[in-house]
């Protein structure tokens, strides 16, 4: 994976600095969000997460029918904003079941073999790269990323499926004692991946060649990014509290009461 992450360096300073700077901006401003307040934007997180699914279930089985796909995104994410906690458990699991199945493929990602195709982008000389070609190049390199992702855990066959299943049931069974340490564990998670590709980017808009750095200081970077997560859900739980439950109405005094 080192090769694409270097060569992605290298094509970043191809990329409009607008693009670089604006995706990386907004980046790291949503993940900071999500990684210390994301319990608040739980609601919507939730009916983004549920409309997504119920778009791609339509898309799946009733085609390029616009009508379809509309209703059903709108009712998924109705049924997602009023199952907030339930649907962000879900997502958790579906999040554990994918980072188990990563970290079992990590030999396969981790051949330079797997990353021989990696896309390269070319630009003409003296020719600022417009907006939309930048954008259409983080498309590629994120399609690509998400394919070879695919093709790493369907290679684990049984393997991952069984992984899958035990590392979705462990959150989901956690997750039914104690929803909003799970959903503020997940908020964290995202939070941190999204503030780290938004400094990513902006890194190279400055030239400085991140990318180099990460690959050298690995297991550093990795201590950090787990302390992100716990520190983030902590800080969550803390800024964003429940609901307090409403306590039982106290028994009407008898009329009758002993004197």
Do not use: H
Not at 16 to 43: E, H, I, Y
Not at 63 to 87: C, R, S, W
Not at 116 to 144: F, M, N, W
Request: charged content about 15%; hydrophobic content about 55%; proline content about 3%.
């Amino acid at each position: 994976m080192s090769d694409l992450l270097r060569q992605f360096q290298e094509s970043a300073f191809v990329l409009s600095p607008v693009v670089l700077t604006g995706v990386g901006a907004a980046l790291v401003w949503l993940g900071l969000f999500l990684w210390l307040g994301g319990l608040r934007w739980l609601k919507f997180l939730a009916g983004f997460a549920a409309a997504a699914v119920g778009y791609a279930v339509a898309l799946r089985f009733a085609g390029q029918q616009t009508a379809v796909l509309v209703v059903a995104a709108v009712i998924a994410g109705l049924v997602g904003i009023f199952l907030e906690k339930t649907v962000g458990v879900i997502v958790a699991a579906v999040l554990a079941a994918l980072i188990v199945n990563l970290l079992l493929a990590l030999p396969m990602l981790s051949d330079a073999k797997t990353w021989s195709d990696s896309p390269r982008v070319q630009s003409a000389k003296d020719v600022s790269p417009s907006v939309a070609e930048s954008l259409t190049t983080l498309e590629i390199y994120g399609r690509y990323l998400i394919e070879k992702g695919i093709q790493a855990v369907q290679s684990l066959g049984n393997v991952g499926y069984t992984a899958s299943a035990i590392a979705g049931l462990a959150v989901l069974g956690v997750g039914l004692a104690v929803p909003r340490g799970i959903c503020a564990l997940m908020c964290a998670i995202f939070g941190t991946a999204a503030i780290a590709t938004g400094l990513l980017l902006l890194l190279l808009y400055k030239g400085s060649k991140p990318v180099d750095y990460i690959l050298e200081c690995q297991g550093m970077l990795w201590m950090i990014a787990l302390g992100m997560v716990g520190f983030g859900m902590l800080i969550d739980l803390a800024l964003c509290p429940g609901r307090p439950r409403k306590k039982a109405a106290p028994e009407e005094k008898q009329t009758g009461d002993k004197k």
